[in-house]
C-alpha cells in the first residue's frame, strides 16, 4: 500500500465517516499522525505481534505513570525547546537571555512562598548532603533588573528523588517560590542535588535498554521564572563536574545553563558551595 491509498483509507474511516460535531485540529492531528502509522507499519514491516506488544508497552507506560519521563528520555521536549528556540530566532525576538530548558514530569504547584530568601530543605540531610547556596538575579535582556519577579525553584535530594513523588520526604521539600526583592535578587538555602535516574524495573528504563541507552540525569536545578510583561522562562542549572553533564538522558543540558561553583571551601565549613547563577 502507499501512502495516497493510506491516506484515502485513513480519511475514509476517519473523516468522511464522521457524523458528530468535529474538532477540526483534533481531526488534522489525529489523521497525519495515523497516515504516518500506517505508512511506518508498511515501510517496516511491524508485524500483529509487534504491533500489540507496543500498545501493551503503552498501556504500561501509562499505568506506571511514567508518560511524562518517557517524552524528555525521547528528546521529545528538547525538541521543542529547539523549535521554540528557532521560532524566537526567526521572529527576531532579542536574544542573549538565558537559554530555555525543559520541565520535565516533576514540578509540583502550590510550594510555600517568600521574599528575598528561602531556606528549602527541611534539614532531613544536614550533615549527610553539602549545603549549596543560590544567589541570583532577574533582569530583562538589557539588564534591568526586576523585582518581585516569582522564581519558583525545585530540586532532587541526595538520592536523586523529589519530595511529592517521593513519600518519604516531608511535603514540599526543596521546592520553593521565592519573589526577587527590590534589587531583583533572590538566595535560596538549600542541599546538593544528586542526579536523577529512572526507575530502574519501569517501563522508561526498558525501553532506553533496548535502545542500548541509561535513564540517567545530572545533578540540576530547575526554575520557572514569571514576571509582569514577561513571557514566563522555564530552565535549569547543571552543576558543573557530574559525570553526565552532557550525558543527560532528556538532553537538558545546554551552553549558558552549567553553574560552576564559586567558593568551595572555606577553612571552618568545607562543605559551603556557592552558585552564582544570574537569570536573565
Ligand atoms: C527529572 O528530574 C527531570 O528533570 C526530568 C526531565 C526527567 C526525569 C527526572
Ligand atoms: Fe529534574
Not at 58 to 81: K, R, S, T, W, Y
Request: hydrophobic share 35%; glycine share 10%.
Amino acid at each position: 500500500m502507499n501512502r495516497q491509498e493510506i491516506d484515502a483509507l485513513v480519511k475514509k474511516m476517519n473523516v468522511d465517516n464522521a457524523t458528530g460535531e468535529v474538532n477540526t485540529r483534533v481531526q488534522e492531528i489525529v489523521v497525519r499522525l495515523l497516515g504516518d502509522l500506517f505508512e511506518a507499519i508498511v515501510d517496516l514491516n511491524i508485524t500483529q505481534n509487534e504491533l500489540w506488544k507496543g500498545l501493551e508497552y503503552i498501556a504500561d507506560l501509562g499505568q506506571a505513570n511514567e508518560v511524562g519521563l518517557l517524552v524528555p528520555g525521547l528528546g521529545l521536549e528538547h525538541f521543542m525547546d529547539l523549535l521554540e528556540d528557532a521560532k524566537d530566532a526567526q521572529a527576531g525576538v532579542e536574544q542573549g537571555g538565558t537559554p530555555r530548558t525543559i520541565e520535565g514530569p516533576l514540578y509540583v504547584a502550590g510550594a510555600p512562598e517568600s521574599v528575598g530568601f528561602a531556606r528549602m530543605d527541611d534539614g532531613a540531610e544536614e550533615g549527610i548532603m553539602d549545603t549549596l547556596i543560590i544567589e541570583g538575579v532577574v533582569s530583562d535582556v538589557d539588564g534591568n533588573v526586576l523585582p518581585n519577579a516569582k522564581v519558583e525553584i525545585w530540586h532532587a535530594n541526595g538520592q536523586g528523588n523529589y519530595s511529592f513523588f517521593d513519600k518519604t520526604q516531608s511535603e514540599f521539600n526543596l521546592r520553593r517560590t521565592i519573589y526577587t526583592d527590590e534589587n531583583g535578587r533572590y538566595r535560596a538555602l538549600t542541599t546538593m542535588p544528586v542526579g536523577y535516574g529512572c526507575p530502574p524495573d519501569g517501563p522508561t528504563q526498558k525501553l532506553l535498554t533496548l535502545l542500548g541507552r541509561h535513564g540517567q540525569r545530572p545533578s540540576h536545578v530547575h526554575y520557572f521564572i514569571t514576571a509582569d510583561g514577561f513571557r514566563k522562562l522555564t530552565t535549569q542549572f547543571n552543576i558543573e563536574g557530574d559525570e553526565y553533564l552532557w550525558d543527560d538522558f532528556a538532553f537538558a543540558t545546554r551552553e549558558g545553563l552549567i553553574a560552576t561553583v564559586a567558593d568551595k571551601s572555606s577553612p571552618e565549613d568545607l562543605a559551603e558551595y556557592n552558585l552564582d547563577k544570574p537569570f536573565k
